[in-house]
T-cell receptor
Framework: DGGITQSPKYLFRKEGQNVTLSCEQN?????MYWYRQDPGQGLRLIYYSQIVNDFQKGDIAEGYSVSREKKESFPLTVTSAQKNPTAFYLC????????????FGPGTRLTVL | AQSVTQLDSQVPVFEEAPVELRCNYSSSVSVYLFWYVQYPNQGLQLLLK??????LVKGINGFEAEFNKSQTSFHLRKPSVHISDTAEYFCAVTPSDTDKLIFGTGTRLQVFP
């Protein structure tokens, strides 16, 4: 089955710890995205990558970091500098064209205690 | 800057009744328009999209939307809803000069028996 995998589904961390969220896709898509979802705020773009070894900041990149060493993988690190990291994180991918559909993974719910 | 407005945060409706979820956007360039659905604790799934051509777009699960350029709207409709349509619905746009997807804040559709 082709799709996007995010792991784990639920993640708990202590305040001050860095944590890395996994995102893998086997759709052979060029572009990948990370969004943060909070109740009543919709989805906000954290980082995106249109090609391997290249990525751009989205609207709320502060306190996050990413890497894109392989086409199929786009991990997101939530650092201790992120003031309010508890949220639902969604990864997406699409072919590079603007008109192509973004396909979403199932999400990771991060809770920082 | 582009923006998407979903005026209704919640829409309650009885089963088999019609429903309309409203979406308006603001953009200085042409846009591509999307509606996504999100079931609890899951990722987003594409319902339909408008790229060009006929302004009435049909999607999955009996949903349709109409693009109105003069009113900058892309309202989602379904003539008869089911309990299983209970979910969060997001309107989104991709401006023609960017690779980003800009989301509205979502509308929670609650279908009652």
């Amino acid at each position: 089955d082709g799709g996007i995998t995010q792991s784990p589904k639920y993640l708990f961390r202590k305040e001050g710890q860095n944590v890395t969220l996994s995102c893998e896709q086997n759709l052979n898509h060029d572009a990948m995205y990370w969004y943060r979802q909070d109740p009543g705020q919709g989805l906000r773009l954290i980082y995106y990558s249109q090609i391997v070894n290249d990525f751009q900041k989205g609207d709320i990149a502060e306190g996050y970091s990413v890497s894109r060493e392989k086409k199929e993988s786009f991990p997101l690190t939530v650092t201790s500098a992120q003031k309010n990291p508890t949220a639902f994180y969604l990864c997406a991918s699409r072919q590079r064209g603007f008109t192509d559909t973004q396909y979403f993974g199932p999400g990771t719910r991060l809770t920082v205690l | 800057a582009q923006s998407v407005t979903q005026l209704d945060s919640q829409v309650p409706v009885f089963e088999e009744a019609p429903v309309e979820l409203r979406c308006n956007y603001s953009s200085s360039v042409s846009v591509y328009l999307f509606w996504y659905v999100q079931y609890p604790n899951q990722g987003l799934q594409l319902l339909l999209k408008y790229l060009s051509g006929s302004t009435l777009v049909k999607g999955i699960n009996g949903f349709e939307a109409e693009f109105n350029k003069s009113q900058t709207s892309f309202h989602l409709r379904k003539p008869s809803v089911h309990i299983s349509d209970t979910a969060e619905y997001f309107c989104a746009v991709t401006p023609s000069d960017t690779d980003k997807l800009i989301f509205g804040t979502g509308t929670r559709l609650q279908v009652f028996p």
